[in-house]
Protein backbone atom coordinates (compact mmCIF):
# COMPACT_ATOMS: atom_id res chain seq x y z
CA UNK A 1 0.00 0.00 0.00
CA UNK A 2 1.22 3.46 -0.83
CA UNK A 3 2.23 5.80 2.50
CA UNK A 4 0.13 8.39 2.80
CA UNK A 5 -0.28 11.15 5.82
CA UNK A 6 -3.70 12.86 6.76
CA UNK A 7 -4.32 16.79 6.44
CA UNK A 8 -6.76 17.38 9.11
CA UNK A 9 -5.16 21.20 10.62
CA UNK A 10 -7.36 22.18 13.30
CA UNK A 11 -10.01 19.24 12.86
CA UNK A 12 -9.10 16.11 13.97
CA UNK A 13 -11.08 15.94 17.08
CA UNK A 14 -14.48 17.01 15.70
CA UNK A 15 -16.47 15.30 13.73
CA UNK A 16 -15.92 17.03 10.64
CA UNK A 17 -12.54 14.87 10.56
CA UNK A 18 -14.49 11.40 10.42
CA UNK A 19 -12.83 10.60 6.92
CA UNK A 20 -9.79 10.94 8.67
CA UNK A 21 -11.14 8.63 11.46
CA UNK A 22 -12.51 6.38 9.40
CA UNK A 23 -8.83 6.17 7.26
CA UNK A 24 -6.76 5.49 10.85
CA UNK A 25 -9.49 2.80 12.28
CA UNK A 26 -9.55 1.23 9.01
CA UNK A 27 -7.27 1.51 5.56
CA UNK A 28 -6.62 -1.28 3.09
CA UNK A 29 -6.02 1.24 0.49
CA UNK A 30 -3.42 3.37 1.95
CA UNK A 31 -0.84 2.85 4.75
CA UNK A 32 -1.10 6.01 7.00
CA UNK A 33 1.74 7.15 8.39
CA UNK A 34 1.37 10.74 9.83
CA UNK A 35 -1.23 13.42 10.36
CA UNK A 36 -0.72 16.81 9.61
CA UNK A 37 -2.52 19.32 12.50
CA UNK A 38 -0.67 22.15 14.04
CA UNK A 39 -3.09 22.32 17.04
CA UNK A 40 -2.12 18.03 18.33
CA UNK A 41 1.56 18.59 16.87
CA UNK A 42 3.12 16.54 18.83
CA UNK A 43 0.58 13.95 20.44
CA UNK A 44 -0.52 10.66 18.26
CA UNK A 45 -4.09 9.89 16.76
CA UNK A 46 -4.94 7.67 19.85
CA UNK A 47 -4.58 10.28 22.49
CA UNK A 48 -6.85 12.50 20.76
CA UNK A 49 -9.70 10.02 18.48
CA UNK A 50 -10.93 6.85 20.54
CA UNK A 51 -10.72 3.38 18.96
CA UNK A 52 -7.82 3.95 15.96
CA UNK A 53 -4.32 3.17 15.28
CA UNK A 54 -1.39 5.20 16.78
CA UNK A 55 0.17 7.50 14.48
CA UNK A 56 2.35 10.42 14.94
CA UNK A 57 0.79 14.18 14.41
CA UNK A 58 2.85 16.66 13.05
CA UNK A 59 2.47 20.37 12.39
CA UNK A 60 3.26 20.64 9.06
CA UNK A 61 4.40 19.13 5.72
CA UNK A 62 7.82 19.53 6.16
CA UNK A 63 8.30 19.01 9.64
CA UNK A 64 7.02 14.81 8.72
CA UNK A 65 9.23 15.10 5.90
CA UNK A 66 12.16 15.87 8.49
CA UNK A 67 11.34 12.33 10.22
CA UNK A 68 9.20 10.09 7.44
CA UNK A 69 8.09 9.65 3.67
CA UNK A 70 5.20 9.53 1.86
CA UNK A 71 3.50 9.16 -1.44
CA UNK A 72 0.10 11.19 -0.72
CA UNK A 73 -1.28 13.45 0.90
CA UNK A 74 -5.25 12.89 1.94
CA UNK A 75 -7.63 16.09 3.02
CA UNK A 76 -8.61 14.20 5.65
CA UNK A 77 -12.07 15.89 6.74
CA UNK A 78 -15.59 15.84 5.56
CA UNK A 79 -17.16 19.51 6.22
CA UNK A 80 -20.86 20.30 5.55
CA UNK A 81 -20.93 21.64 2.20
CA UNK A 82 -17.92 19.92 1.35
CA UNK A 83 -15.70 22.85 1.38
CA UNK A 84 -12.03 23.42 1.68
CA UNK A 85 -10.57 25.00 4.35
CA UNK A 86 -8.74 27.92 3.75
CA UNK A 87 -6.01 26.85 5.75
CA UNK A 88 -5.52 23.45 4.12
CA UNK A 89 -4.14 25.53 1.17
CA UNK A 90 -0.68 25.93 2.45
CA UNK A 91 -0.13 22.54 3.53
CA UNK A 92 -1.92 21.05 0.08
CA UNK A 93 0.82 23.19 -1.92
CA UNK A 94 3.80 22.03 0.87
CA UNK A 95 2.76 18.68 -0.33
CA UNK A 96 2.87 18.95 -4.23
CA UNK A 97 5.85 20.97 -3.41
CA UNK A 98 7.36 17.75 -1.88
CA UNK A 99 6.31 15.49 -4.88
CA UNK A 100 3.13 13.99 -3.32
CA UNK A 101 -0.11 13.16 -4.90
CA UNK A 102 -3.15 14.90 -3.58
CA UNK A 103 -6.86 12.78 -2.77
CA UNK A 104 -9.97 14.99 -1.46
CA UNK A 105 -13.34 14.09 -0.88
CA UNK A 106 -14.29 17.25 -0.56
CA UNK A 107 -17.39 18.85 -3.08
CA UNK A 108 -14.53 21.83 -3.63
CA UNK A 109 -12.17 20.31 -6.64
CA UNK A 110 -8.55 20.85 -6.28
CA UNK A 111 -8.56 20.13 -10.04
CA UNK A 112 -10.56 23.31 -10.53
CA UNK A 113 -8.48 25.35 -8.27
CA UNK A 114 -6.22 27.60 -10.48
CA UNK A 115 -3.56 27.81 -7.96
CA UNK A 116 -3.25 24.35 -6.97
CA UNK A 117 -3.68 22.97 -10.65
CA UNK A 118 -1.15 24.68 -11.49
CA UNK A 119 1.50 23.87 -9.19
CA UNK A 120 0.61 20.40 -9.67
CA UNK A 121 1.11 19.99 -13.43
CA UNK A 122 4.63 21.95 -12.36
CA UNK A 123 5.68 19.35 -10.24
CA UNK A 124 4.49 16.31 -11.76
CA UNK A 125 1.84 14.90 -9.02
CA UNK A 126 -1.72 13.65 -9.66
CA UNK A 127 -4.60 15.05 -7.58
CA UNK A 128 -7.59 12.68 -7.33
CA UNK A 129 -11.03 14.47 -6.77
CA UNK A 130 -12.89 11.36 -5.81
CA UNK A 131 -16.25 13.09 -5.12
CA UNK A 132 -16.72 14.13 -9.10
CA UNK A 133 -19.23 12.25 -10.45
CA UNK A 134 -18.56 10.65 -13.70
CA UNK A 135 -19.84 12.07 -16.64
CA UNK A 136 -23.30 12.10 -17.28
CA UNK A 137 -22.94 9.42 -20.20
CA UNK A 138 -21.73 6.91 -17.95
CA UNK A 139 -24.50 6.96 -15.23
CA UNK A 140 -27.25 4.63 -14.63
CA UNK A 141 -30.80 4.75 -14.44
CA UNK A 142 -32.10 2.20 -11.84
CA UNK A 143 -33.47 -0.69 -13.54
CA UNK A 144 -35.29 -3.00 -10.62
CA UNK A 145 -31.72 -5.30 -10.75
CA UNK A 146 -32.44 -6.08 -7.47
CA UNK A 147 -34.49 -9.64 -8.93
CA UNK A 148 -31.18 -10.99 -10.84
CA UNK A 149 -29.49 -10.68 -7.80
CA UNK A 150 -29.08 -14.33 -5.53
CA UNK A 151 -27.90 -12.34 -1.99
CA UNK A 152 -29.14 -10.81 0.64
CA UNK A 153 -28.52 -6.82 0.84
CA UNK A 154 -28.00 -5.08 4.23
CA UNK A 155 -27.68 -1.44 4.38
CA UNK A 156 -26.19 0.04 7.56
CA UNK A 157 -28.54 2.90 8.23
CA UNK A 158 -27.95 5.50 11.45
CA UNK A 159 -30.41 7.35 13.12
CA UNK A 160 -28.33 10.25 12.38
CA UNK A 161 -24.94 11.58 10.05
CA UNK A 162 -21.56 10.81 11.20
CA UNK A 163 -22.52 8.50 13.94
CA UNK A 164 -20.22 5.37 12.73
CA UNK A 165 -22.60 3.86 10.38
CA UNK A 166 -19.85 2.74 8.20
CA UNK A 167 -17.42 2.29 11.20
CA UNK A 168 -20.01 -0.44 12.77
CA UNK A 169 -20.53 -2.41 8.71
CA UNK A 170 -16.35 -2.98 8.28
CA UNK A 171 -16.25 -4.60 11.97
CA UNK A 172 -18.79 -6.45 11.16
CA UNK A 173 -17.60 -7.19 7.69
CA UNK A 174 -14.92 -8.49 8.74
CA UNK A 175 -16.25 -10.75 11.44
CA UNK A 176 -18.24 -12.26 8.95
CA UNK A 177 -14.99 -12.75 6.69
CA UNK A 178 -12.69 -14.29 9.49
CA UNK A 179 -16.32 -16.38 9.91
CA UNK A 180 -15.53 -17.88 6.60
CA UNK A 181 -18.63 -15.55 5.24
CA UNK A 182 -19.30 -14.96 1.67
CA UNK A 183 -19.57 -11.30 1.97
CA UNK A 184 -19.06 -7.86 0.18
CA UNK A 185 -19.62 -4.05 0.65
CA UNK A 186 -20.47 -0.83 -0.91
CA UNK A 187 -18.99 2.51 -0.31
CA UNK A 188 -21.77 5.27 -0.96
CA UNK A 189 -19.27 8.42 0.59
CA UNK A 190 -15.49 9.18 -0.34
CA UNK A 191 -14.29 7.75 3.49
CA UNK A 192 -14.75 4.47 2.13
CA UNK A 193 -13.63 4.51 -1.31
CA UNK A 194 -10.54 6.08 0.73
CA UNK A 195 -10.66 3.23 2.88
CA UNK A 196 -10.88 0.84 0.28
CA UNK A 197 -14.05 -0.40 -1.16
CA UNK A 198 -14.01 -2.45 -3.90
CA UNK A 199 -17.27 -1.53 -5.11
CA UNK A 200 -19.33 2.20 -4.21
CA UNK A 201 -19.64 6.02 -5.49
CA UNK A 202 -19.87 9.40 -4.01
CA UNK A 203 -23.76 8.86 -3.60
CA UNK A 204 -24.12 12.73 -2.63
CA UNK A 205 -22.70 14.16 -5.51
CA UNK A 206 -24.52 11.89 -8.49
CA UNK A 207 -27.07 14.10 -10.14
CA UNK A 208 -30.89 13.56 -8.73
CA UNK A 209 -32.40 11.11 -11.79
CA UNK A 210 -29.20 8.90 -11.41
CA UNK A 211 -28.72 8.53 -7.65
CA UNK A 212 -30.60 5.40 -6.93
CA UNK A 213 -29.93 3.40 -10.63
CA UNK A 214 -25.61 4.58 -10.02
CA UNK A 215 -25.98 2.71 -6.25
CA UNK A 216 -28.42 -0.07 -7.91
CA UNK A 217 -25.45 -0.62 -10.38
CA UNK A 218 -22.77 -1.02 -7.88
CA UNK A 219 -24.77 -3.43 -5.44
CA UNK A 220 -25.47 -5.82 -8.85
CA UNK A 221 -21.76 -5.34 -9.98
CA UNK A 222 -20.82 -6.72 -6.34
CA UNK A 223 -23.10 -9.76 -7.07
CA UNK A 224 -22.16 -9.90 -10.89
CA UNK A 225 -18.56 -10.02 -10.01
CA UNK A 226 -18.05 -11.95 -6.37
CA UNK A 227 -21.30 -14.06 -6.10
CA UNK A 228 -21.75 -13.36 -2.10
CA UNK A 229 -24.41 -14.34 0.00
CA UNK A 230 -24.20 -11.04 1.69
CA UNK A 231 -23.76 -7.63 0.55
CA UNK A 232 -23.40 -5.09 2.78
CA UNK A 233 -24.31 -1.41 1.88
CA UNK A 234 -22.96 1.87 3.66
CA UNK A 235 -25.37 4.35 5.47
CA UNK A 236 -25.62 7.63 4.59
CA UNK A 237 -27.25 10.37 7.45
CA UNK A 238 -30.65 9.15 8.23
CA UNK A 239 -34.00 8.62 6.82
CA UNK A 240 -35.60 11.36 9.18
CA UNK A 241 -32.83 13.90 9.12
CA UNK A 242 -34.01 16.77 7.50
CA UNK A 243 -31.09 17.91 5.43
CA UNK A 244 -30.11 14.39 4.15
CA UNK A 245 -33.09 13.77 3.01
CA UNK A 246 -31.84 11.89 -0.73
CA UNK A 247 -28.83 9.95 1.17
CA UNK A 248 -30.80 7.16 3.84
CA UNK A 249 -33.90 6.92 0.71
CA UNK A 250 -31.71 6.13 -2.19
CA UNK A 251 -29.67 3.89 -0.81
CA UNK A 252 -33.13 1.80 0.58
CA UNK A 253 -34.77 2.24 -2.31
CA UNK A 254 -31.70 0.88 -4.38
CA UNK A 255 -30.54 -1.93 -2.28
CA UNK A 256 -34.84 -2.88 -1.32
CA UNK A 257 -33.31 -4.51 1.63
CA UNK A 258 -33.68 -8.15 3.17
CA UNK A 259 -32.95 -6.42 6.65
CA UNK A 260 -31.43 -3.21 7.78
CA UNK A 261 -29.25 -2.57 10.59
CA UNK A 262 -29.49 0.81 12.56
CA UNK A 263 -26.83 2.47 14.45
CA UNK A 264 -27.93 4.78 17.13
CA UNK A 265 -25.99 7.12 19.64
CA UNK A 266 -28.23 6.94 22.80
CA UNK A 267 -26.80 9.94 24.40
CA UNK A 268 -26.66 12.47 21.51
CA UNK A 269 -29.41 14.98 21.89
CA UNK A 270 -28.46 16.77 18.75
CA UNK A 271 -28.45 16.39 15.39
CA UNK A 272 -24.92 16.35 13.55
CA UNK A 273 -25.41 19.20 11.55
CA UNK A 274 -24.08 22.78 12.03
CA UNK A 275 -24.46 22.48 15.96
CA UNK A 276 -23.73 25.68 17.08
CA UNK A 277 -26.80 27.18 14.66
CA UNK A 278 -29.47 24.67 14.67
CA UNK A 279 -30.49 22.30 17.58
CA UNK A 280 -32.29 19.69 15.74
CA UNK A 281 -33.71 17.09 18.28
CA UNK A 282 -32.64 13.48 18.00
CA UNK A 283 -35.50 11.05 16.80
CA UNK A 284 -36.05 8.01 19.02
CA UNK A 285 -34.80 5.31 17.96
CA UNK A 286 -38.20 3.43 17.86
CA UNK A 287 -39.73 6.13 15.56
CA UNK A 288 -36.91 5.69 13.34
CA UNK A 289 -37.37 1.97 13.08
CA UNK A 290 -40.94 2.28 12.12
CA UNK A 291 -39.98 4.91 9.40
CA UNK A 292 -37.35 2.00 7.82
CA UNK A 293 -39.72 -0.61 7.85
CA UNK A 294 -42.98 1.53 6.56
CA UNK A 295 -40.59 2.83 3.72
CA UNK A 296 -38.78 -0.70 2.88
CA UNK A 297 -41.02 -3.19 3.74
CA UNK A 298 -38.36 -4.80 5.58
CA UNK A 299 -37.17 -5.18 8.98
CA UNK A 300 -34.48 -3.66 11.19
CA UNK A 301 -32.58 -6.82 12.41
CA UNK A 302 -29.89 -5.27 14.60
CA UNK A 303 -29.09 -2.34 16.78
CA UNK A 304 -25.75 -1.02 16.71
CA UNK A 305 -24.61 1.54 19.33
CA UNK A 306 -22.29 4.28 19.49
CA UNK A 307 -21.19 4.70 22.93
CA UNK A 308 -20.15 8.43 22.78
CA UNK A 309 -20.96 9.59 26.11
CA UNK A 310 -20.98 6.64 28.54
CA UNK A 311 -19.11 4.22 30.33
CA UNK A 312 -19.48 0.66 30.02
CA UNK A 313 -22.10 0.11 32.70
CA UNK A 314 -24.21 2.60 31.03
CA UNK A 315 -23.69 1.10 27.94
CA UNK A 316 -24.35 -2.36 29.07
CA UNK A 317 -27.68 -0.68 30.12
CA UNK A 318 -28.47 0.39 26.78
CA UNK A 319 -27.63 -2.90 25.31
CA UNK A 320 -30.12 -4.70 27.88
CA UNK A 321 -32.82 -2.13 27.39
CA UNK A 322 -33.18 -2.32 23.51
CA UNK A 323 -32.85 -6.09 23.54
CA UNK A 324 -35.76 -6.35 25.97
CA UNK A 325 -37.80 -3.69 24.71
CA UNK A 326 -37.35 -3.93 20.67
CA UNK A 327 -36.72 -7.76 20.89
CA UNK A 328 -33.50 -7.25 18.69
CA UNK A 329 -29.69 -7.64 19.22
CA UNK A 330 -27.95 -4.85 19.91
CA UNK A 331 -23.99 -4.53 20.36
CA UNK A 332 -21.37 -1.60 20.32
CA UNK A 333 -20.33 -3.10 16.93
CA UNK A 334 -16.41 -2.55 17.53
CA UNK A 335 -16.41 -5.29 20.86
CA UNK A 336 -19.05 -7.33 19.82
CA UNK A 337 -19.62 -7.81 16.09
CA UNK A 338 -20.43 -11.58 16.23
CA UNK A 339 -23.64 -10.52 17.57
CA UNK A 340 -25.12 -8.72 14.03
CA UNK A 341 -23.12 -11.10 12.12
CA UNK A 342 -25.20 -14.08 13.41
CA UNK A 343 -27.93 -12.39 12.99
CA UNK A 344 -27.63 -11.53 8.65
CA UNK A 345 -26.29 -14.95 8.89
CA UNK A 346 -29.53 -16.06 10.33
CA UNK A 347 -30.74 -14.67 7.00
CA UNK A 348 -28.59 -16.85 4.44
Not at 11 to 17: E, F, I, R
Amino acid sequence: MPKAIILTDGYLDQYSAKTSHGLLRYSKKYDIVGVIDKKFEGKTTDQVIDRCKEVKIFGSVPSFLKKRNAHTLIVGVATVGGYLPENFKEHIKDGIRNGMDIVSGLHYYLNEDEEISKLAEEYGVQIDDIRRPPPLDELHYFEDKKKEIDSVTIPFLGTDSSIGKRTALLSVYEEMRERGDNVQWVATGQTGLLQGAPYGLPLDSITGDYMVGELEHQIWRAWEEERPDAILIEGQGSISHPAYVCGSRAILAASQPDGVVLQHSPKRKYRHYREDEIHWPMPNVDHEIDLIELYTGSQVIAITLNPEMMDGDEKKRFVQKYEEELGLPTADALEEPEKVAEAIQDML
